[in-house]
């Protein structure tokens, strides 16, 4: 027969599957049976037993309950969810068993444990959800309470860009590849549910005053209807919402992001990183979020530069507003805790604190009539007046992290916590009259009134006067030396002081809860002023960040131009140090779309096609670029094809891998897009390569509905004479030159294809032997005369195919409607161009 309490842990286990329970027993958290097993696993903690019945000994595992956060934070992190139950009353209240309850579910998307969180990034549960065959999506962040929507094409790149902790899904087919969340399928939601869940949360005229879509409308129910399961008073945040509108952003997927190396990971520089002099976590998530949101409107760029040149021209005060903004907590996640009612005394404390300087801010920035982005910013902070004189009034100025000491209330703000306090005060002063008294009473000297938990108060009087003890002392306690006595009189006092006390930290959790209450109902002002700072401290950062390394301010054409001059890549600049990173100049018009850069390795091509990318994206941020000179178009999207990263989970071949990138490339580039390839057809042997990256090359520029501005590296040396043919073909090479023995890189970029006889030259410089570099060149004359290739294949087996009149392959490229194919028929069709290839060429580089 299992106990009482064993069957109130069944039943809401119950209730929980695929879920760690923490069940509140005293002091300690505990997990019993496979739970208990798994915990002690993953957290290295002892598994024991504990007898919960007659003849029932089941598996436990607990943690104190100060360190639940951590360990539940641990747990979420390696893939968990945790539920948390409490005793829902003082054990000393209660006869009979102790009412628990599940209050806390704590999932990837909805962890708020300060220290699993990055300060620097969102923390986002996301949903997906289809209507009428079109996608919607909401994302929400819990610790500031930010709320996302976007459709249809928009939905897929917003979930893949806000990289989501945790993704809601009906159907897990539906996950987009680049999406890694952790998934969770939930049923699908009715539209009647959707109604109620969004007029619940937003008011009666939420459907349609706040949401587009019928599929983003199910998506942000799936959302609250989700947290209303697991932590229902983190609803409490979720006010403001905001559509990602189609079209608005430049788009960028994970793969150019990782590539570009935009925001830090596994602790290498990044853009993030040289971008962010941010002084506060508020401005370092806003310029995660401009990263990750790249404009498309001349005019909201204009109003982000505006606003950094401004900073750029007022160092001074710059420089004092970074200091005040240093001071400032985070104000959006300190408000998100006020939404979910679990800010405590400290919390409130640095809010205060924050809002105050805020103001500060405004005032000292405001003098100096500053453009519009930084001026509406400096406007917001003017909410800050409101919730701090309700701080003012009620909080004391220096408030301790808990209620048991008393002291969070500021005196003056209620008269019923003053007379208590008073009255403490009081029965405080009279323990030490009575000591006097009693002293005086038996002539004992050395007597002492004090307190310890267990007794409460005593007197204290030492053996060596135990015969002068009055008679009414009734004796607690025996200590060595001494003896420990109550009275009426003290005991009386005692339980006035004890009662007075509690009712005192009663009054003050309900003042500060009505207080928390009331910065809950303008939390919209909070969160208005947490973004406001955000928006000042990260303009200010970037005009700190173009004074210090040089960035311009970019225009934009409504063209297809790109110039830059005086160009370099920031994150290698950063790196390097100054003055040690060779800038270079990038073109782009109506006689040059695509830039063939040939050169040997190690010379700086790849930067080279990093650093344009990277400029336009800066550019399209808000921030200032690294140049000298820069005017750019309003790309559409960045695509990079990048390197051999080799898939190997998914089992495919680098080639395999490459083709699938570079075929995604080709179905979505717009003549307003910037194309960037990397050795494309590296991973396969030299034919097969020199094949393809002319056949894309072509594609890129014969394609009126595709010629996208493009980037081309590769060390083919014979594509240079694609610029022969292809009239918006240019071809550009890294300068290289001679040092006694030594062959220096310049990195500099310089027109025209690069010299051929490259390698034969390094090789005398590098010391082989002149008989070696002779034969060398004189086989190389003749592979040339002859067509012969070195491998044994013929020229006329290959070459024709490339630069001659139409071969098998070349017929067989051009049938392909490139458009109609998907990845894998692009795969399907290139094993099948490659068939076509002479033997030799076909051996595949895995
Ligand atoms: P490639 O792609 O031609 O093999 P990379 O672009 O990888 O060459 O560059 C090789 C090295 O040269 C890198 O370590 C990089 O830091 C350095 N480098 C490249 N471009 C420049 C430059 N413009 N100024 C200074 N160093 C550079
Ligand atoms: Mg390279």
Redesign the pocket.
């Given at each position: 027969m299992p106990t009482p309490i064993r069957r109130q842990y069944l039943e809401l286990k119950q209730r929980y599957p695929d879920t760690i329970l923490f069940f509140r027993l005293g002091d300690f958290y505990e997990t019993f049976d496979e739970d208990a097993r798994l915990v002690a696993e993953e957290l290295s903690i002892t598994l024991t037993s504990k007898p919960m019945g007659k003849d029932l000994r089941v598996p436990l595992a607990g943690v104190p309950h100060h360190s639940i956060d951590g360990h539940v934070a641990k747990l979420v992190a390696r893939g968990h969810r945790v539920a948390v139950c409490e005793q829902m009353a003082d054990p000393a209240d209660v006869k009979g068993i102790v009412p628990r309850e599940v209050v806390r579910v704590v999932t990837a998307g909805t962890v708020t444990a300060e220290n699993s969180l990055d300060a620097t990034a969102p923390n986002y549960l996301a949903a997906l959800a289809f209507r009428q065959g079109k996608a919607g999506v909401a994302l929400a962040d819990i610790t500031t309470g930010e709320v996302r929507l976007a459709s249809g094409d928009e939905a897929t790149r917003e979930l893949i860009r806000s990289a989501p902790a945790e993704l809601l899904v009906e159907d897990e087919a539906d996950v987009p590849a680049g999406v890694s969340a952790s998934l969770r399928r939930q049923p699908q939601i009715s539209d009647l549910a959707v109604e109620a869940e969004l007029a619940r949360q937003f008011g009666e005229h939420a459907r349609e005053g706040l949401v587009g879509s019928d599929a983003e409308a199910a998506a942000l129910a799936r959302i609250l209807a989700y947290l209303r399961e697991t932590y229902p008073a983190a609803l409490g945040a979720l006010q403001r919402v905001r559509t990602v509108a189609s079209g608005d952003t430049l788009a960028l997927d994970p793969r150019t992001l990782r590539n570009l190396d935009v925001f830090p990971v596994d602790g290498r520089h990044s853009l993030f990183g040289v971008l962010n002099a941010t002084r506060s976590a508020m401005g370092a998530r806003m310029l995660r979020a401009w990263l990750t949101r790249p404009l498309r409107s001349p005019e909201r760029l204009a109003e982000r530069h505006d606003s950094v040149e401004w900073a750029l021209h007022h160092p001074i005060e710059t420089e004092q507003a970074h200091a005040i903004l240093r001071s400032i907590p985070d104000i959006g996640r300190l408000a998100g805790k006020v939404g979910a009612r679990s800010a405590g005394p400290r919390d409130l404390h640095a809010l205060r604190a924050g809002l105050r300087a805020t103001l500060d801010l405004g005032g000292q920035l405001n003098r100096h009539s500053p453009p519009s982005l930084l001026a509406e910013g400096l406007r917001s902070l003017a909410s800050a007046a409101e919730p701090l004189l309700s701080l003012d009034a009620a909080l004391d100025d220096d408030p301790p992290p808990t209620f048991d000491e008393g002291g969070v209330i500021r005196p003056g703000f209620s008269p019923e916590i003053d007379s208590l306090r008073a009255l403490t005060r009081d029965a405080r002063g009279f323990l030490l009259g009575l000591e006097r008294l009693e002293r005086e009473r038996t002539g004992i000297r050395s007597l002492k009134v004090g307190h310890n938990r267990v007794f409460g108060y005593y007197i204290e009087i030492s053996s060596a006067n135990a015969g002068a003890v009055p008679e009414h002392y009734q004796r607690r306690q025996t200590l060595v030396g001494a003896e420990r006595y109550v009275t009426e009189e003290l005991k009386e006092h005692e339980s006035r002081l004890v009662g007075a006390r509690d009712r005192l930290v009663e009054l003050e959790r309900q003042a500060f809860a009505q207080l928390v209450e009331t910065l809950a109902a303008g939390i919209a002002a909070l969160q208005a002023v947490a973004e406001a700072v955000a928006t000042i401290d990260l303009v200010l950062a970037l005009g700190t960040v173009a004074s210090r390394h040089g960035y311009v301010r970019p225009t934009f054409n409504d063209g297809d131009h790109l110039r830059l001059a005086g160009a370099?890549?920031p994150v290698?600049e950063a790196a390097?140090g100054p003055g040690?990173?060779?800038?270079?100049e990038c073109v782009f018009d109506a006689d040059c779309q695509v830039i063939l850069l040939t050169?040997?390795?190690?010379?700086?091509?790849?930067?080279?096609l990093r650093q344009v990318a990277l400029i336009a994206l800066m550019a399209q941020s808000g921030s200032f670029v690294s140049a000298v000179e820069a005017d750019l178009p309003l790309f559409d999207r960045i695509f990079t094809r990048i390197g051999a990263q080799d898939d190997l989970a998914a089992g495919q071949s680098t080639f395999m891998v490459e083709m699938v990138e570079t075929a995604q490339i080709l179905h979505q580039a717009t003549p307003q897009s910037l194309v960037v390839l990397?050795e494309v057809g590296r991973g396969t042997s030299t034919f097969d390569g020199m094949a393809i990256a002319r056949a894309v090359v072509e594609f890129l520029h014969n394609r009126k509905e595709i010629s996208a501005r493009t980037l081309f590296?590769t060390h083919y040396h014979e594509l240079t004479s694609l610029a022969d043919v292809l009239p918006r073909v240019r071809n550009a090479h890294?300068a290289v030159h001679e040092e006694g023995t030594e062959v220096v890189?310049e990195?500099?970029i310089v027109p025209g294809p690069s010299d051929r006889s490259y390698g034969i030259h390094v090789a005398r410089l590098a010391g082989l032997p002149a008989a070696v570099v002779n034969r060398a060149e004189h086989l190389l004359g003749e592979f040339e005369a002859n067509g012969h290739h070195p491998n044994g294949a013929t020229a006329e087996s290959v070459q024709p195919a490339l630069f001659g009149g139409p071969a098998p392959v070349e017929t067989a490229l051009a049938a392909i409607d490139v458009d109609g194919l998907t990845p894998l028929e692009a795969i399907q069709k290139l094993y099948e161009l490659r068939a076509l290839l002479p033997a030799p060429a076909r051996r595949v580089r895995q």
């Amino acid at each position: 027969m299992p106990t009482p309490i064993r069957r109130q842990y069944l039943e809401l286990k119950q209730r929980y599957p695929d879920t760690i329970l923490f069940f509140r027993l005293g002091d300690f958290y505990e997990t019993f049976d496979e739970d208990a097993r798994l915990v002690a696993e993953e957290l290295s903690i002892t598994l024991t037993s504990k007898p919960m019945g007659k003849d029932l000994r089941v598996p436990l595992a607990g943690v104190p309950h100060h360190s639940i956060d951590g360990h539940v934070a641990k747990l979420v992190a390696r893939g968990h969810r945790v539920a948390v139950c409490e005793q829902m009353a003082d054990p000393a209240d209660v006869k009979g068993i102790v009412p628990r309850e599940v209050v806390r579910v704590v999932t990837a998307g909805t962890v708020t444990a300060e220290n699993s969180l990055d300060a620097t990034a969102p923390n986002y549960l996301a949903a997906l959800a289809f209507r009428q065959g079109k996608a919607g999506v909401a994302l929400a962040d819990i610790t500031t309470g930010e709320v996302r929507l976007a459709s249809g094409d928009e939905a897929t790149r917003e979930l893949i860009r806000s990289a989501p902790a945790e993704l809601l899904v009906e159907d897990e087919a539906d996950v987009p590849a680049g999406v890694s969340a952790s998934l969770r399928r939930q049923p699908q939601i009715s539209d009647l549910a959707v109604e109620a869940e969004l007029a619940r949360q937003f008011g009666e005229h939420a459907r349609e005053g706040l949401v587009g879509s019928d599929a983003e409308a199910a998506a942000l129910a799936r959302i609250l209807a989700y947290l209303r399961e697991t932590y229902p008073a983190a609803l409490g945040a979720l006010q403001r919402v905001r559509t990602v509108a189609s079209g608005d952003t430049l788009a960028l997927d994970p793969r150019t992001l990782r590539n570009l190396d935009v925001f830090p990971v596994d602790g290498r520089h990044s853009l993030f990183g040289v971008l962010n002099a941010t002084r506060s976590a508020m401005g370092a998530r806003m310029l995660r979020a401009w990263l990750t949101r790249p404009l498309r409107s001349p005019e909201r760029l204009a109003e982000r530069h505006d606003s950094v040149e401004w900073a750029l021209h007022h160092p001074i005060e710059t420089e004092q507003a970074h200091a005040i903004l240093r001071s400032i907590p985070d104000i959006g996640r300190l408000a998100g805790k006020v939404g979910a009612r679990s800010a405590g005394p400290r919390d409130l404390h640095a809010l205060r604190a924050g809002l105050r300087a805020t103001l500060d801010l405004g005032g000292q920035l405001n003098r100096h009539s500053p453009p519009s982005l930084l001026a509406e910013g400096l406007r917001s902070l003017a909410s800050a007046a409101e919730p701090l004189l309700s701080l003012d009034a009620a909080l004391d100025d220096d408030p301790p992290p808990t209620f048991d000491e008393g002291g969070v209330i500021r005196p003056g703000f209620s008269p019923e916590i003053d007379s208590l306090r008073a009255l403490t005060r009081d029965a405080r002063g009279f323990l030490l009259g009575l000591e006097r008294l009693e002293r005086e009473r038996t002539g004992i000297r050395s007597l002492k009134v004090g307190h310890n938990r267990v007794f409460g108060y005593y007197i204290e009087i030492s053996s060596a006067n135990a015969g002068a003890v009055p008679e009414h002392y009734q004796r607690r306690q025996t200590l060595v030396g001494a003896e420990r006595y109550v009275t009426e009189e003290l005991k009386e006092h005692e339980s006035r002081l004890v009662g007075a006390r509690d009712r005192l930290v009663e009054l003050e959790r309900q003042a500060f809860a009505q207080l928390v209450e009331t910065l809950a109902a303008g939390i919209a002002a909070l969160q208005a002023v947490a973004e406001a700072v955000a928006t000042i401290d990260l303009v200010l950062a970037l005009g700190t960040v173009a004074s210090r390394h040089g960035y311009v301010r970019p225009t934009f054409n409504d063209g297809d131009h790109l110039r830059l001059a005086g160009a370099r890549h920031p994150v290698v600049e950063a790196a390097l140090g100054p003055g040690r990173f060779v800038p270079n100049e990038c073109v782009f018009d109506a006689d040059c779309q695509v830039i063939l850069l040939t050169g040997p390795n190690m010379s700086g091509k790849s930067t080279y096609l990093r650093q344009v990318a990277l400029i336009a994206l800066m550019a399209q941020s808000g921030s200032f670029v690294s140049a000298v000179e820069a005017d750019l178009p309003l790309f559409d999207r960045i695509f990079t094809r990048i390197g051999a990263q080799d898939d190997l989970a998914a089992g495919q071949s680098t080639f395999m891998v490459e083709m699938v990138e570079t075929a995604q490339i080709l179905h979505q580039a717009t003549p307003q897009s910037l194309v960037v390839l990397d050795e494309v057809g590296r991973g396969t042997s030299t034919f097969d390569g020199m094949a393809i990256a002319r056949a894309v090359v072509e594609f890129l520029h014969n394609r009126k509905e595709i010629s996208a501005r493009t980037l081309f590296a590769t060390h083919y040396h014979e594509l240079t004479s694609l610029a022969d043919v292809l009239p918006r073909v240019r071809n550009a090479h890294v300068a290289v030159h001679e040092e006694g023995t030594e062959v220096v890189f310049e990195h500099r970029i310089v027109p025209g294809p690069s010299d051929r006889s490259y390698g034969i030259h390094v090789a005398r410089l590098a010391g082989l032997p002149a008989a070696v570099v002779n034969r060398a060149e004189h086989l190389l004359g003749e592979f040339e005369a002859n067509g012969h290739h070195p491998n044994g294949a013929t020229a006329e087996s290959v070459q024709p195919a490339l630069f001659g009149g139409p071969a098998p392959v070349e017929t067989a490229l051009a049938a392909i409607d490139v458009d109609g194919l998907t990845p894998l028929e692009a795969i399907q069709k290139l094993y099948e161009l490659r068939a076509l290839l002479p033997a030799p060429a076909r051996r595949v580089r895995q």
